[in-house]
């Protein structure tokens, strides 16, 4: 009896196996067979690192992703330039290498919380002053323009001096900050100010009229870096009261050159060896 059971077990397991399904494709009939372990086990591993990468990356962002790894390199190497840079006069450049660095943009957002919120805005959005998010600026949108703006304040506009209150450190972190986050476009305040996009620096330097102290002009001496011990240096320039610079002597026009001068085209025919010679 007990044969004749396990005989029957095997047969039906057999038949089990072999099971067709209903559906046909072509003359083409599939079995209905259970997919292999190591298939299954492939899957529900796939499965499993899927939700561990999604954790680890995108919710607590545990590892970088590409991107942030190379936010980090690019940080690494405006810290390394910065460095190289301490003792310098301030430059546009400087303070554009300062706002991809995210330790510095991070302490400027801190002190932006505590200071500049009242005026600009949790978000900088604008609120009594403009915003800061938009690509329209009323002191002009040079970081050194915004530096001094932020130093030396406007007082017809209401702007404080924050210079002799936050520092240089401080402020150049503050700056920083405000670089990075312009041109994100919060939604806020009207535009104010003249059309100038996110913050940049100047291909060239423009040649205007010597700033007054306390306007948003003025020249800056600071360190770069934001080292306080750093020697601060005068701006370039020959030194001279009305800052000019020397003349630069320059060739006289091909038209000027006197008769001296072998005519090119006679030359150039006595080479060619000019039958009417």
């Known amino acids: 009896m007990s044969d004749y059971s396990h005989q029957s077990a095997t047969e039906d397991q057999e038949v089990d196996r072999d099971r067709l399904l209903d559906h046909e494709y072509d003359g083409i009939r599939e079995y209905d ?9 492939t899957l529900y591993g796939a499965i499993a690192f899927s939700i ?7 919710i607590y962002h545990i590892v970088p992703l590409p991107r942030g790894r190379y936010q980090l390199e690019m940080a690494a190497a405006a810290e390394l330039q910065l460095k190289k840079m301490e003792g310098q006069e301030l430059t ?91 041109g994100t476009k919060v939604p806020g305040k009207a535009p104010q100010g003249e059309l100038l996009g996110p913050p940049k620096a100047a291909d060239e330097p ?18 770069a870096g ?28 091909a038209s000027d050159v006197g008769d001296g001068m072998a005519d090119p085209d006679d030359t150039l025919r006595a080479d060619l060896g000019d039958p009417d010679r």
């Open 33 to 41: 067979n259970r997919l292999p372990n190591w298939w299954q086990y």
């Open 52 to 58: 561990i990468y999604w954790l680890v990356f995108h």
């Open 92 to 182: 546009d450049n400087s303070l554009m290498l300062m706002s991809t660095i995210p330790d510095r943009t991070q302490r400027g957002r801190k002190i932006f919380e505590q200071f500049c919120v009242v005026c600009h805005g949790s978000q900088a959005e604008g609120n009594v002053g403009p915003n800061l998010t938009d690509d329209y600026w009323l002191h002009g949108n040079r970081p050194l323009q915004i530096l001094n703006t932020v130093t030396h304040g406007v007082p017809s506009k209401g702007m404080a001096a924050w210079g002799g209150q936050l520092g240089p450190v401080r402020i150049q972190d503050v700056v920083s900050y405000v670089i990075s986050i312009g």
């Open 206 to 223: 423009a040649a205007t009229d010597a700033p007054t102290e306390g306007s948003p002009d003025a020249p800056v001496t600071e360190p």
């Open 226 to 253: 934001g080292n306080p011990d750093a020697p601060a240096t005068a701006p370039a320039g020959d030194g001279s009261p009305e800052g000019t610079s020397p003349a630069v002597e320059t060739a006289p026009p």
